[in-house]
């Protein structure tokens, strides 16, 4: 059994919810990340969310996205969680923190306060089935220009994360 950090709206540890439970309803504001892992030709790599996940199943999003155990960094959770889903682990960097709030049909939803964690790695990826369906190393341009022409591809915190270090000067949309 997984548990999940329950914080307030100022990240402040509240409490403690098994995963499942903290994401039926309207969901439980709980603490997560989500991982950019970029390689030396300024891709970054894109996993499509296996069939089996209960929110967004099949639905495209950053490297990694997952949620730290009581008292672990962010960083070291997302290095944890790379491992454990893409066979590979890289340096993260917190680079930025969002909150938000998404429903999946009547299913639940993520209430999150989301880190955003950045890397870079250049080797090979070997996903795990149960957590990742497919990867693609994709351009950054190509990314936004999929994200505006198919907004439904991809999930939503993927979406917000992009738009955030993009208008912050993080990440830069090439043509």
Known sequence: MVNLVLVDENDNQVGIQEK?????GDGELHRAFSILVFNDKGETLV???SADKMLWPLV?????????????????AGERRLT??????????????FQYHEKYKDIGAENEICAI???????EVHPVAEEVA???WMSVRDVFDDMAANPDKYTIWFKIE???LIAKGRIKVQN
Do not use: I, M
């Not at 499942?20 to 039926?24: E, I, Q, S, Y």
């Not at 964690?117 to 080797?123: A, K, P, R, S």
């Open 20 to 24: 499942v439970a903290a994401h039926l």
């Open 117 to 123: 964690l950045v890397g870079y790695y250049n080797g």
């Open 47 to 49: 996993t499509q969310r």
């Open 162 to 164: 992009l738009d955030r």
């Open 134 to 136: 497919d990867y693609k």
């Open 60 to 76: 495209w999003d950053s490297a990694c996205a997952s949620h730290p155990f009581e008292n672990e960094a962010q960083e070291t």
């Open 84 to 97: 454990e889903e893409l066979g590979f682990t890289c340096r993260l960097e917190n680079v930025d923190t």
